[in-house]
DNA sequence: TGGTTTTCGGATACGATATATCCTTAATTC
DNA sequence: GAATTAAGGATATATCGTATCCGAAAACCA
């Protein structure tokens, strides 16, 4: 059960675009620069935050993307789900019906009790994730990034921000 | 991130050998047999789970597997553990590190923010499967589970046990 | 107007992993 | 000695994540 990169990508890709001036995008080929990621690939991960409305975009030279809401109105979960897709995790395939001792065509009214526990697991999962805002992150990255890397990496950003 | 249809087989299988009486088995046959599984590849689970030393097992005809430890002492972590591994569902692959604004050779004293709180999810999942036992499962289906199907599945099974 | 840059979506290829089967070996029972 | 079982290795197939490429549409700029 791993999450695919595009997660990681993703998460990190948002926390620069929380620190980008009102009214300004950045490019796919900066965010892949700057995080020495396949531009065409990650591509794919900021379509999917833009199909769920994170971010928004514009086109042309000085086109690329910006957050659509706050970073205190974005969550983790929200991100994450945006490219790893809100499935569970479980899926229950109701290998209890092969059961030969069951009459034919029987009905529980009820999901099955260990699939109601590894999904009670997933949502203990999504509830962390959910209780975390973008804006938590780049609070615990100013803090923890040294000051000159903070300051000289949003230099290189907005020299780049269309 | 889809956890392995192993993982439902073996905590079925664990139910049921929970149900089983002091010193007797169950083969793989009767266990593929009871859920409708390839006899095959459910081996391959029901080793996963001797090998984590959740279960023992005998040879030869009357051979097969029951539980280690009793119902009370084996928790949902270690059954879908031992199937799915102890990999956490979130990998840093530190594309910080590529900040071209970053001096070479910096060396980051925490683990990324991102994730840290990525792994303080991983963590919620598995406390919350930690804090299921293999009893409190075994209580809920024989409460839910209808009584003659519940009867006549452990008749079938004990007249296949070794 | 025309050329450049951008997002977006589709098509395709590759690799890793989950799924599944087969076979051999060794231990146990009868 | 024959039958049955778990264990583990080898192999095949399918699915999915990873990655690249291309064309279309929109926006910017000269």
Not at 68 to 76: E, G, K, M
Not at 146 to 154: E, G, L, V
């Amino acid at each position: 059960m791993i999450l695919k990169s595009q997660v990681e990508w993703a998460l990190h890709c948002c926390a620069i675009l929380a620190g980008l001036p009102e009214g300004r995008y950045l490019s796919t080929k900066a965010l892949a620069e700057l995080h020495g990621l396949p531009k065409e690939y990650l591509s794919k991960a900021l379509q999917s935050l833009s199909q769920a409305s994170l971010v928004e975009t514009t086109l042309g030279p000085s086109g690329g993307y910006r957050l659509a809401r706050a970073p205190l109105d974005i969550n983790f979960l929200e991100i994450v789900e945006a490219v790893e897709g809100k499935a569970r995790s479980f899926t229950c395939t109701n290998i209890r019906e092969n059961n030969p001792c069951r009459p034919a065509g029987y009905c529980d009214s009820k999901p099955c009790a260990v699939a109601r526990i590894m999904w009670e697991a997933d949502e203990a999962w999504r509830d962390t994730l959910r209780r975390v805002r973008l804006s938590d992150l780049v609070g615990t990255l100013s803090e923890e990034v040294p000051a000159d890397i903070w300051r000289s990496t949003f230099e290189w950003v907005l020299k780049r921000a269309g």
